[in-house]
């Protein structure tokens, strides 16, 4: 789900400008893509009390 060639997360201003959208870049969040959304989001495994490697992979998927 990470999305191919991103391997950390940004730790500067320059670095996060250089950042591949996500994929919901573009994507108002209204009721319009609200079903689009959550289809997104219930492709992520939910996880119970996820270490920092976890929520990092995440960050780094959306």
């Known amino acids: 789900m990470v999305p191919q060639g991103v391997s950390k997360i940004p730790e500067t201003a320059m ?16 009721d319009e ?6 289809k997104q989001l219930r492709k992520f495994p939910n996880i119970e009390n996820p270490n920092e490697e976890i929520i990092h992979l995440y960050y780094l998927a959306l």
């Open 33 to 38: 893509y609200k079903e689009e959304l959550e």
């Open 15 to 30: 670095e996060f400008a250089q950042f591949l959208p996500g994929i919901f870049s573009g994507m108002d969040y209204n």
